[in-house]
């Protein structure tokens, strides 16, 4: 673990992998942490020195006033970058971090070598939904944290996932009870304002969008119309709810690493 100092506190970080390897950046989903990526690490640091991060108000990185916005959540990612020294990076973020990457793409495209945005959409929600929570976390606290562990099951894994691996399920869902109140709602903000749906043309880097076939969340049609107004951008589909990165596995891990590969060597 390592940590990297902003204006207003700490980023916690961890790389992993053989030095001077290409970087792999991964972004977690809102309510989880670095350790959301735990399956892909074997097979990517064969390959990248891989960088995961908490995002601002959750884990072990700062916790600041809110509301937050991807584009703050986004230059976050910019300045881990500079502080390590990296240039440029493969970026791989889901759902919430899925929105961190289409920023990135639309804004710092220069940083990216490519971008994986997966369970996501170029505008996730409508108030009606995003609200409500944010009222109830910041009024209730920890326990609201701890009722939206429970009903996050069903929402990040299909039951019959969720039924043959409670352990990894439970482990997944036990970081949104973790996870500071006042940062989770912050970050919903974060993702209730943004809607990148006009500005998907301004990504020029190689993209490759992944869906959930059963997630409820960030529906395929959200990330068929990313794939759709990304120029040369690719597709791929896993059974499995929102977290397709924990459901799908090693499935998830192989396209990935096709891509970024198959890129590089381009």
């Known amino acids: 673990m390592g940590r990297v100092q902003l204006a207003e506190g700490e980023l916690n970080y961890q790389l992993d992998g053989p030095q001077g390897a290409p970087v792999l950046v991964l972004s977690n989903s809102l309510g989880t942490d670095l350790g959301m990526w735990d399956a892909q690490m074997p097979a990517f640091t064969q390959h990248f020195q891989v960088l995961r991060y908490d995002t601002r108000g959750h884990g072990q990185s700062l916790v600041?006033?809110?509301?937050?916005?991807?584009?703050?959540?986004?230059a976050d990612v910019l300045a881990l970058l500079d502080a390590l020294k990296i240039e440029r990076a493969h970026f791989c973020g889901l759902s919430m971090g899925g929105l961190i990457g289409q920023w990135l793409g639309i804004n710092a495209g220069s940083r990216l070598h490519t971008l994986v945005v997966c369970n996501t959409a170029a505008k996730i929600g409508e108030p009606a939904v995003w609200n409500p929570r944010i009222e109830m976390v910041l009024r209730e606290g920890a326990?609201?944290?701890?009722?939206?562990?429970?009903?996050?099951?069903?929402?990040?894994?299909?039951?019959?996932f969720a039924q043959a691996n409670p352990q990894q399920a439970k482990r997944i869902t036990d970081m949104l009870a973790a996870t500071s109140p006042q940062g989770y709602a912050a970050n919903c903000a974060a993702v209730r304002d943004a809607d990148f749906r006009d500005q998907l043309g301004a990504i020029t880097v190689p993209t490759l969008v992944i869906a959930g076939t059963e997630d409820a969340v960030t529906p395929p049609a959200g990330s068929h119309f990313i794939q759709e107004h990304v120029h040369g951008a690719q597709y791929a589909e896993?059974?499995?709810?929102?977290?397709?990165?924990?459901?799908?596995?090693?499935?998830?891990?192989?396209?990935?690493l096709d891509f970024l590969l198959a890129e590089q060597a381009n």
């Not at 326990?143 to 299909?158: C, P, Q």
């Open 64 to 74: 600041t006033e809110g509301p937050y916005t991807i584009g703050q959540l986004g």
């Open 143 to 160: 326990a609201a944290m701890a009722g939206l562990r429970d009903a996050s099951i069903a929402r990040w894994f299909t039951p019959d």
């Open 238 to 256: 896993f059974h499995a709810a929102h977290l397709s990165n924990v459901q799908a596995g090693d499935a998830f891990s192989q396209r990935v």
